[in-house]
């Protein structure tokens, strides 16, 4: 049986957010492994205007408002997610890493420049 999309019942903040996380967590220049096995560190961005990089892709700052709301980092860490470090970043877990949000592609915009 396949499993459910969205098992945890991340609301649609909770998972652009856990989303950036996972993004800015495959960028090595830019997080580093955490002392859990499996976990990365990640401190969040700081957008600027209306949109920001990351890596190669391009976010519009509103799809990364949960990145300063603290209730959504909350939330992330009671489901298991990450270990937060608010306002300073957090501890992406490794369900959190592998957790398929779907919104890759709705919010991560590959530009050619």
Do not use: C
Request: proline letters at 11%.
């Amino acid at each position: 049986m396949p499993s459910k999309r969205n098992p945890l019942n991340l609301n649609p903040l909770q998972l652009r957010t856990l989303t950036l996380l996972q993004e800015l967590s495959r960028l090595g220049d830019y997080s580093r492994p955490g002392e859990e096995p499996g976990s990365i560190v990640v401190p969040p961005p700081d957008p600027h205007g209306d949109h920001f990089h990351v890596g190669e892709a391009v976010v519009a700052a509103r799809d990364a408002s949960g990145l300063r709301n603290p209730a959504v980092w909350v939330a992330l860490e009671r489901k298991g997610l990450l270990r937060s470090m608010y306002p300073h970043g957090g501890v992406l877990t490794p369900l959190g890493l592998d957790y398929e949000t779907g919104m890759r592609e709705v919010i991560l915009h590959r530009t050619g420049h």
